[in-house]
């Protein structure tokens, strides 16, 4: 049986080993980390772990840790062992009585202090290597440093080599010219950062604005090569025993090599695909701010948000564009301001987060001011940058005191009520709401469709009220607020006139008053009654402004009736022609001045109302309305196949040029769709090369070309036929006897 101290010393001597291999495991991590950060290879850090691991397990050899030397560190450590942990190694039978009286009490030392004796391993050490090297990955991948560490001439990938096939095949050798070596090299723009990419594969994938760069050696010598980019010809440059050729990838489509050998035979390569991949613009994310804020006079007027900003490649700049807006009506002013974060933006960053925090007072902002602002970002795009800009968000500061319009000497009547201006309120809604329908579940998006058409049934019914119209389907509780509008809309023209004679009448002199008094006697009613037949009671508009004025009302039913089936996609139309006849009413209600200098044709009264037509010229006009024919070169092309199949021609000189437009308008397609196209591309640009094609070819390519036409759409036309239900039954039927006979 094994007593408590030697066992104390067992289990110190596994803690010793374990914090060991944790040691050794800190060490070799953190260096994996950045290796896998910087070459985005897991392979290579597993093996640099391994090695490093390895390295320092037979440098410090844990596994050779013995009882001895754990007891000689506890004797020299801690004194209250005095330097007697050797005897918990002996046997018991080898020790005296004093020796093992020692010995026990050794154990029980131990054991109390257990908790304080510690292996002598510096754990602390590793750790601040890993969590160095932890920084240093965090610092390259925020920096975008391990583009600097891609290999610019590593191993290629395995792709097969680019094939050769002779246009002309009699003038074909036996051992035809053929690669030695190919190579693609994409230097991507320098402001992403990235490291040159090389590639045997021709299928090119690149990033608008990098440099192209071929490089192909043949076997044997020829005469010159070229790249046809779609149906441009670029001959390559003789560098060495190889030819090379650079340019800047723009556009997609496709290519191909095309050489002619010594004896002036020409040879074409399959076609290769030319993808552009587009610089995403910055993405703007706005976090605890409102679209709309308010603040009261007392309130404390900031404003505090964080914009997170990113950037596939990183952003270059970042600031704010805030507008100021006094005044309302014709007299409103703005001032535009540019406001920069209060964090300092790190240029090239590719993710950064920047907090704002916009004081009101101190843009100088009054009761009834508003603040419209916006966040703006840049990317490092080069020669022109990416901008992208968030949506606006309002902030207005409450106005308390307003002044109530006030009729002058020489004013004119306002007739615009304020709420003229709430339609657009209801488009901007409606609009949100659309965009919204995705992101919010249908019972909510039901619900805000519906208080959308309660708002625009409101408004309705103040315009309605406005013009003079009754409002039916009140509740009896506002009987009494009914009660009260109907004793003040007979004095409704009395804050919109200029009352000159009757400002003054309680001084004129009454025996005008005394004279017609019983015919001037006042109706009790009149000032709870709507006179409609008086045109000057019934409405403060003419008669053309109440006309638009219905208009606007019955495309705020419709707008409002759709708003109801929530289906607001339809309603938008309805309101923004509601707006429009709005607009139009507030532009007509101005008073303008009339432009002399015109004089009307004066009536020949002999012909006024004689109903004499005869002079009198219809207009009309007719219009034949072309629209642009669908792959127009790709059906002559089927046209001229016909005709070649059928006399068995041979290729022209504007055949070629035929193919190559109707190859033009294939590769668009094929981009989109490379499985279904690219095949057909092929054989369109081998048959367009060369003198001599099989009948079997043509048939295949034609087919091939037919089944890219859409199908034509049925156009409008009359008919004689009156289809019936019995006509149809009828054919059925013959239809069944025919096949039964």
Do not use: C
Request: charged share 30%; no cysteine.
């Amino acid at each position: 049986m094994i007593d408590s101290g030697k066992l104390f010393l067992l289990n110190f001597k596994k803690r010793w080993q374990l914090l060991e291999v944790l040691a050794i495991v800190l060490y070799a991590l953190g260096p994996a980390i950045l290796s896998y950060i910087l070459k985005s290879d897991f392979a290579l850090g597993l093996f640099l772990f391994l090695a490093i691991a390895t390295a320092i397990a037979l440098y410090k050899k844990p596994w050779r840790l013995t009882l001895g030397k754990v007891s000689s560190h506890i004797d020299q450590k801690y004194d209250g062992v005095e330097f007697s942990t050797g005897l918990l190694l002996k046997p018991m039978d080898e020790l005296a009585n004093m020796a093992m009286l020692q010995r026990y009490k050794i154990g029980e030392v131990l054991k109390e202090n257990r908790n304080t004796i510690k292996p002598e391993v510096p754990i602390k050490k590793p750790l601040v290597i890993l969590l160095l090297f932890v920084l240093l990955s965090f610092i390259s991948y925020q920096f975008s440093f391990q583009e600097y560490f891609k290999k610019a001439t590593g191993k290629m990938e395995n792709q097969q080599m680019v094939k050769f096939q002779p246009l002309d095949s009699t003038l074909r050798k036996d051992t035809p010219p053929s690669l030695k070596s190919q190579k693609l090299t994409i230097y991507h723009p320098s402001y992403t950062k990235l490291g040159q990419t090389v590639t045997s594969n021709m299928n090119i994938k690149a990033l608008e604005g990098s440099k192209l760069v071929w490089e192909v050696q043949f076997d044997t010598v020829i005469q010159g090569a070229s790249i046809e980019i779609l149906e441009n010809a670029y001959p390559m440059d003789k560098v060495g025993d190889g030819y090379l050729k650079q340019i800047i990838h723009t556009d997609n489509g496709f290519y191909n090599f095309k050489f002619k050998d010594t004896d002036g035979a020409i040879y074409v390569s399959d076609l290769y695909a030319m993808e552009v991949l587009k610089d995403e613009s910055p993405v703007i994310e706005i976090q605890g701010l409102q679209q709309f804020t308010s603040f009261d006079l007392s309130q404390h007027k900031v404003l505090h948000f964080e914009v997170e900003l990113t950037d596939d490649f990183g952003v270059e700049d970042a600031y704010v564009i805030a507008t100021v807006s006094k005044g309302e009506g014709e007299s409103v002013k703005f001032r535009e301001e540019r406001l920069t974060f209060d964090d300092k933006l790190s240029a090239g960053t590719k993710k950064q987060v920047l907090s704002k925090k916009i004081d009101l007072d101190l843009l100088n902002m009054e009761p009834g001011d508003e603040l419209y602002f916006y966040m703006v970002a840049m990317d490092t795009k080069r020669p022109k940058a990416n901008i992208s800009r968030s949506e606006t968000f309002f902030a207005v500061i409450k106005d308390t005191v307003t002044n109530p319009f006030a009729v002058e000497g020489t004013m004119g009547a306002d007739l615009m009520p304020d709420y003229f201006r709430s339609q657009r309120q209801l488009i901007i809604d409606t609009e949100k709401l659309l965009a919204d329908q995705n992101k919010i579940t249908k019972e909510k998006f039901n619900f805000t469709s519906n208080e959308l058409g309660y708002d625009q049934k409101a408004l309705r019914i103040k315009y309605g009220e406005f013009m003079g119209d009754e409002v039916v389907g009140e509740n009896p509780a506002t009987e009494e607020a009914k009660g009260d509008r109907k004793a003040t809309n007979s004095d409704l023209l009395k804050e919109y006139t200029h009352d000159h004679d009757g400002g003054n009448e309680h001084n004129l002199v009454d025996h005008d008053h005394h004279e017609g008094e019983e015919e001037k006697e006042e109706n009790p009613l009149e000032s709870y009654l709507h006179n409609h037949d008086d045109p000057e009671e019934s409405t403060l508009f003419t008669a053309s402004i109440k006309s638009k004025l219905r208009l606007a009302m019955d495309e705020m039913w419709n707008a409002e009736l759709y708003l109801r089936l929530y289906t607001p996609e339809k309603s938008l139309p309805y309101q923004y022609r509601a707006l429009k006849l709005i607009q139009d009413i507030k532009n007509s209600a101005r008073i303008y001045v009339h432009r002399i200098g015109f004089d009307p044709p004066p009536i020949k009264e002999d012909k006024r109302l004689s109903g004499t037509i005869d002079e009198v010229i219809n207009y009309s006009k007719m219009e034949d309305i072309a629209q642009p024919e669908e792959l127009p070169f790709i059906k002559k092309a089927v046209e001229r196949l016909e005709r070649l199949i059928i006399s068995g021609a041979k290729l022209k000189v504007g055949d070629r040029g035929l193919f190559e437009k109707a190859g033009n308008e294939l590769s668009i397609l094929a981009i989109q769709e490379p499985g279904k196209y690219l095949g057909t591309l092929q054989q369109l640009k081998w048959i367009s090369e060369r003198s001599e094609t099989s009948k079997l070819q043509l048939e295949k390519l034609q087919r091939a070309l037919l089944a890219v036409i859409p199908k034509s759409k049925p156009a409008p036309r009359k008919s004689n036929k009156y289809p019936s239900e019995i006509n149809e039954l009828l054919l059925q039927e013959l239809e069944l006897n025919d096949g039964s006979n």
